[in-house]
Structures are given as structure tokens and as C-alpha cells.
């Protein structure tokens, strides 16, 4: 058994022994990512000159540059849904190793979602006029945010995860009126009654 039958088992357990090669592979595979941003030519932190742990105001110039925002708790359910999706593909795997195929998505998508051609999209359907892609420092964070989801999974009962991950999304979107599911219908196919709603009308 494990977190997805709402238990945590011995092997389940077992799998954190992974940390001494899990921890090496995660780091080096946050380096490429941190590397690729750089030659797409993202800054390393905020333009501001320094680095906070929380930014909480949306509307800025300073929203997803520092290490954490509204949207660091997307961040975290991707960790949750990667680990359930790797855990019914890869039930024999141990779990440093979805962990480094997680984390290996994850960077991917930091890395696609930093490119013109995502910004762009960005800029034209949803309210993030002012987005210019991410400070690497935030990206990075974001994919430790992921690891963390990830983690918090293979401990946590199902019930419990998908919980949280609901909170977490009705919370946010009742804040920001943006959250995990609203920016995907936004990126995918944007509607113009959302984008209004999400304009503060």
C-alpha cells in the first residue's frame, strides 16, 4: 500500500533510503534548469536588486521574481498530481526516481514557460499584461515547490492531499481570482467572461 491508499507502508518508507543519490540528481537537475534560464537571458533575482521570500501583491512588477507568490501554492498541487500520476505508472519504481522524472517536467516546463512564446501567450489571453517571464531564482523555487508537493504526497493519505489541493485552489482563486485551473483555461483556451472577472469588473 501506500499514500494513495491512505496509509503510509514499509515500502513507502523504505523509498526515502534513495536520499544520498536522489538529493545529488534533483540538485544537478536544478542547475540545468537554472543554466537554460540564464542563456534565454533571465535574471538570477528581481531587477529591484533584492531578494524577498514573499511577494503577495499579483499586480506587479515583482510578482515571479522573488523565491515565493500566490502562485508558489500551484506549484505545490503540481507536486501532488505528479506524484499520483508516476505512482500509478511507475508502481515499481522507487521514489527518488519519480521524484527526478517530476522534477525533470517541472524544470521543463519552467523552461518553456520562461520562452517567448508562452510569455506571449500569457500577455495576450489573461491579465498578466506586465509578465515578462520569471527571475531564475523564482523558477527554481517553483520547481523546490513541486519536490515539496511531491514529498508531502508520498507521506499524506489521499483524502488528504486532494483536500488540501482544493483548499488550496478555492483559497487562491477567491484571493487573486487566478489559481492552477484558471490559468490553464486561460493558457489553453481562454474565455473572455473569465478574463474580465479576473480584471477586477
Known amino acids: 500500500m501506500s499514500a494513495l491508499d491512505g496509509t503510509v507502508a514499509p515500502s513507502a518508507r523504505k523509498g526515502w533510503s534513495g536520499w544520498r543519490w536522489g538529493i545529488p540528481v534533483v540538485g544537478a537537475l536544478l542547475l540545468v534548469q537554472a543554466t537554460v534560464l ?3 537571458g533571465h535574471p538570477l533575482i528581481c531587477k529591484c536588486g533584492y531578494v524577498k521570500f514573499w511577494q503577495g501583491v499579483v499586480v506587479s512588477s515583482e510578482n515571479s521574481q522573488h523565491i515565493s507568490d500566490w502562485y508558489t501554492f500551484s506549484h505545490v498541487i503540481h507536486g501532488f498530481l505528479f506524484y499520483g500520476l508516476f ?8 521514489l527518488w526516481t519519480r521524484l527526478s522524472l517530476a ?3 517541472e524544470a521543463a516546463w519552467e523552461i518553456l514557460e520562461n520562452s517567448p512564446i ?5 500577455r495576450e489571453a489573461t491579465i498578466s499584461l506586465d509578465y515578462f517571464g520569471d527571475s531564475i ?4 523555487s517553483d520547481t523546490l515547490f513541486m519536490a515539496l508537493g511531491f514529498l508531502l504526497a508520498s507521506r499524506l493519505p489521499a483524502w488528504a492531499t486532494v483536500l488540501i489541493a482544493i483548499v488550496l485552489e478555492v483559497a487562491v482563486g477567491a484571493y487573486i481570482r487566478d489559481n492552477l485551473t484558471l490559468n490553464v483555461i486561460m493558457l489553453v483556451y481562454p474565455l473572455d467572461f473569465i478574463k474580465t472577472w479576473q480584471g477586477g469588473a
Open 87 to 94: 505512482w500509478l505508472l511507475l508502481k515499481r519504481s522507487g
Open 118 to 122: 508562452i510569455i506571449n501567450r500569457y
Open 137 to 140: 531564482i523564482n523558477s527554481v
Open 103 to 105: 522534477v525533470i517536467v
Open 38 to 40: 540564464h542563456l534565454q
